[in-house]
């Protein structure tokens, strides 16, 4: 597709329930970010892609939270068991890795996850 | 591991004033740097960028140069306009090319 494309683009979820959060890169691009965006607040990292493999996954907050990637391309954002603070806009972005010279990393227009 | 630390905002300026943001950063080597922008309701995207030492990248008005001597990546505007109102986030790649954001800066721009 023309751009990164995250669905579901609004997820209303009862707490202790699971989701999937789902994020289609530009074709080609082999970096893949996850962040998280609370209300008001700046940009959490979760966890970064290279091709299939996630050298950082330092952000994930609780081992509620797993990610995976697939075939270079989409990746799907898993939170078990959600809770009311899990309630954030989950950001999907991707970039041509090119080792220190970064090209910019294009974003998608978010999942707002609202547990209720 | 590497950073970026941005002023804390939020930021409220008159029409036409002029605008700085710090930005400065921490990592290995030579980070490429970059400043995005989230206009009210919209997603993220690149405003500009500069990938080596005494770069500068500009954009709409805006400017921010890559100074290696003082790790910073300050972002300018000489006359803000009330469209320019918006969180601006700075961010590098470095090492790994894993893309790392400061907090963001909320700027309003009033009439």
């Known amino acids: 597709g023309a751009g990164v494309s995250q669905s579901p683009s609004n997820k209303v979820t009862e707490k202790g329930k699971d989701v999937e959060l789902r994020c289609d890169p530009i074709s080609g691009h082999t970096a893949l970010y996850w962040y998280r965006q609370s209300l008001g607040q700046g940009l959490e990292f979760l966890i970064y892609?290279?091709?299939?493999?996630?050298?950082?996954k330092s952000g994930l907050p609780s081992d509620r939270f797993s990610a995976e990637r697939t075939g270079g391309s989409v990746s799907t954002l898993t939170i078990q068991r959600t809770q009311q603070e899990d309630s954030a806009v989950y950001l999907c972005?991707?970039?041509?890795?090119?080792?220190?010279?970064?090209?910019?990393?294009?974003f998608g227009q978010g999942t707002r996850l609202t547990v209720v | 591991g590497d950073s970026v630390t941005q002023m804390e905002g939020p930021v409220t300026l008159s029409e036409e004033a002029f605008l700085t943001i710090n930005c400065t950063y921490t990592?290995?080597?030579?980070?490429?740097l970059f400043w995005y922008v989230q206009y009210p309701g919209e997603g993220l995207q690149l405003l500009l960028k500069a990938t080596k030492a005494d770069d500068k990248g500009s954009n709409k008005g805006f400017e921010a140069t890559y100074r290696k001597e003082t790790t910073s990546f300050h972002l300018e505007k000489g006359s803000v306009q009330v469209s320019d109102s918006a969180v601006y986030f700075c961010?590098?790649?470095?090492?790994?090319?894993?893309?790392?954001f400061g907090t963001g800066t909320r700027l309003q721009v009033t009439l």
């Open positions: 972005a991707s970039s041509l890795a090119q080792g220190r010279i970064g090209t910019e990393a294009f």
């Open positions: 892609f290279q091709g299939n493999s996630a050298p950082d």
């Open positions: 990592a290995t080597g030579y980070p490429s």
């Open positions: 961010a590098l790649t470095g090492t790994a090319s894993k893309l790392t």
